[in-house]
């Protein structure tokens, strides 16, 4: 079954508006790391989270790991029209080396 | 820095056939993995490789099977297609381990009739 769920699965918002999308594994995760993925290309990496907690921040980006390390989200300030994209988290668990990926968040910004 | 590349772009092909898509991994990479994605769904993980070597399996049959070079290049083999193998292949490339980024390449757009 899916490993790693994300809502909400799509968000319109108005340019300017803020966006959080939420990451929620069954299992404790080593690490997660976010990836966005623009209509038509491949996923790019954001950023990685390793410990309990953890908080880092990228311009407007703030992406925060949840103390138990089954949780973490992604937050965006005033979004722009660059922001659109799909924004997937993707887990890897205490033992094995495969990423689970999340079912992705779909974002429109509308100007 | 050459980036990760993947061929070819796009396939199409019938049920029943065989299929090998190609990946060079990013300079200076020696961990190869592959990834399904189907429409409106986030990557599912095939298989990773490491030193020529599986080095990790998802829950695919095994018709899908892979190879990995001393260049660190790839390929994927996937026989008897099926229609539901209509997907997205995504190849990435990372140093050794899990706390590694991952680079994607443009993947190979595989259309099954």
């Known amino acids: 079954g899916q490993q790693v769920m994300q809502i909400p699965q799509y968000q319109h918002v108005q340019e300017g508006e803020d966006f959080t999308t939420y990451c929620n594994s069954s299992?404790?995760?080593?690490?997660i790391q976010w990836y966005k993925q623009r209509p038509g290309g491949h996923p790019v990496f954001l950023i990685q989270?390793?410990?309990?907690?953890e908080v880092k921040k990228q311009k407007r980006l703030t992406f925060q790991f949840g103390e138990a390390k089954k949780n973490s989200s992604l937050h965006i300030t005033a979004t722009q029209t660059t922001d659109v994209g799909t924004y997937f988290c993707?887990?890897?668990?205490?033992?094995?080396?495969?990423?689970?990926f999340g079912t992705g968040t779909s974002l429109t910004v509308i100007p | 820095e050459t980036g990760v590349t993947q061929s070819p772009t796009h396939l199409i092909k019938t049920r029943g056939q065989q299929v090998t898509l190609r990946c060079s991994s990013q300079?200076?990479?020696?961990?190869v993995s592959w990834y399904q994605q189907a429409l409106g769904q986030g990557p599912q993980f095939i298989f990773q490789?490491?030193?020529?070597?599986?080095?990790g399996r998802g829950n695919f049959p095994p018709r899908f099977s892979g190879l990995q070079f001393p260049n660190y290049s790839s390929e994927l083999n996937v026989n008897a297609l099926e229609l539901d193998d209509s997907a997205l292949y995504l190849c990435?490339?990372?140093?050794?381990?899990?706390?590694?980024?991952?680079?994607f390449g443009d993947g190979t757009r595989l259309s099954i009739l």
């Open positions: 990435a490339s990372s140093y050794r381990g899990g706390n590694q980024p991952q680079h």
């Open positions: 299992t404790t995760l080593s690490n």
């Open positions: 989270l390793v410990k309990s907690g």
């Open positions: 993707a887990g890897l668990k205490d033992t094995g080396n495969q990423f689970y």
């Open positions: 300079s200076g990479h020696n961990t």
């Open positions: 490789y490491y030193r020529e070597e599986e080095n």
